[in-house]
């Protein structure tokens, strides 16, 4: 497994981003499983953001996104995507994507078995 995130940037308070992640290494592993979106500010332990079942019948967000930030995934694509909209100072950080371990999502961050390189999302008041 081989994830990369992409789609970060500079956005002004109220915008909005679009973040995916692909696999671009064995398909099977992350087509399989379920996936999630992390986030860590500078100084801070990484959090949770939100993550989406093998099928993509069932999604979990963090309580501070909810109502704002949406998960999906295309197996087909082997992509997983995070729309973010009414974005806040507060969510400026480096966003991951990972795998976890089973096809059921979970706010766990040590039950997700491969982490991708994180892309930064910075929201300018």
């Known amino acids: 497994v081989q994830l990369q995130a992409y789609g970060g940037g500079l956005v002004q308070a109220g915008g909005s981003l679009r973040l995916s992640c692909t696999d671009s290494?064995?398909?099977?592993?992350?087509?399989?499983?379920?996936m999630g979106w992390f986030r860590q500010a500078q100084g801070e332990e990484r959090e949770f953001v939100a993550a989406?079942?093998?099928?993509?019948?069932?999604?979990v967000y963090a309580d501070s996104v909810k109502g704002r930030f949406t998960i999906s995934r295309d197996n087909a694509k082997n992509t997983l995507y995070l729309q973010m909209n009414n974005l806040k100072p507060e969510d400026t950080a480096v966003y991951y994507c990972?795998?976890?371990?089973?096809?059921?999502?979970?706010?766990?961050?040590?039950?997700?078995?491969?982490w991708g390189q994180g892309t930064q999302v910075t929201v300018s008041s």
């Open positions: 990972a795998t976890h371990r089973t096809p059921l999502p979970s706010r766990d961050k040590m039950s997700y078995a491969y």
């Open positions: 290494g064995r398909k099977r592993t992350t087509s399989n499983n379920a």
């Open positions: 989406i079942s093998r099928t993509g019948d069932t999604t």
